[in-house]
T-cell receptor
Framework: QQQVKQSPQSLIVQKGGIPIINCAYE??????FPWYQQFPGKGPALLIA?????SEKKEGRFTISFNKSAKQFSLHIMDSQPGDSATYFC????????????FGKGNQVVVIP | NAGVMQNPRHLVRRRGQEARLRCSPM?????VYWYRQLPEEGLKFMVY????????ESGMPKERFSAEFPKEGPSILRIQQVVRGDSAAYFC????????????FGQGTRLTVV
């Protein structure tokens, strides 16, 4: 069973700061590592995903850094805004399928104006 | 193109009753996934279905829970004889023909067992 562990549990940053959320996984056999963003009362939405053949991927203000040897990947939110305040989940595929995901417990990020 | 539609959004059941949660995937999507989210927890995979077939139910509790995705109509997650521990948010996601593409989540059904 794939396990993913997120840290820290919660983050409070000032507007413009760069919250960084870390995720560690166990099984090295998989090739798809997404981050999801969830606002209160809503379903999770895919934010950005990475495959292990690259070490970094950027989409707008969101960057994933991937460290295959350490079995870790991180989410960086550049120039954070109050609208980025949400819960962020990392995930990794369970056997056998990219959409049968094992989610971490989530990180609550609060961006103060 | 409407997103994944789940209903009801909120459902209250007394212990021992049955809960039926419905999920209509996005148009053109034939893969459906159900997840459960307990308070302060991440989502837990429950079951993966294609039209008329259960592909992977490894995350489903062995008793009282069942799921279906008929040829016509929405996917149904059914919980019989609900207990307080079933109180959670249940999310459905759908993806197109291949599972290798992104799955889109609905807004969830929040089940409260009283």
């Amino acid at each position: 069973q794939q396990q993913v562990k997120q840290s820290p549990q919660s983050l409070i940053v000032q507007k413009g700061g760069i919250p960084i959320i870390n995720c560690a996984y166990e099984n090295t056999a998989f090739d798809y590592f997404p981050w999801y963003q969830q606002f209160p009362g809503k379903g999770p939405a895919l934010l950005i995903a990475i495959r292990p053949d690259v070490s970094e991927k950027k989409e707008g203000r969101f960057t994933i850094s991937f460290n295959k040897s350490a079995k870790q990947f991180s989410l960086h939110i550049m120039d954070s805004q109050p609208g980025d305040s949400a819960t962020y989940f990392c995930a990794a595929p369970r056997p056998y399928g990219n959409n049968r995901l094992a989610f971490g417990k989530g990180n609550q990020v609060v961006v103060i104006p | 193109n409407a997103g994944v539609m789940q209903n009801p959004r909120h459902l209250v059941r007394r212990r021992g009753q049955e809960a039926r949660l419905r999920c209509s995937p996005m148009k053109g999507h034939s893969h459906v996934y159900w997840y459960r989210q307990l308070p302060e927890e991440g989502l837990k995979f429950m079951v993966y279905l294609q039209k008329e077939n259960i592909i992977d139910e490894s995350g489903m509790p062995k008793e009282r829970f069942s799921a279906e995705f008929p040829k016509e109509g929405p996917s149904i997650l059914r919980i019989q004889q609900v207990v307080r521990g079933d109180s959670a948010a249940y999310f459905c996601a759908s993806s197109p023909l291949t599972e290798a593409t992104e799955a889109f989540f609905g807004q969830g059904t929040r089940l409260t067992v009283v």
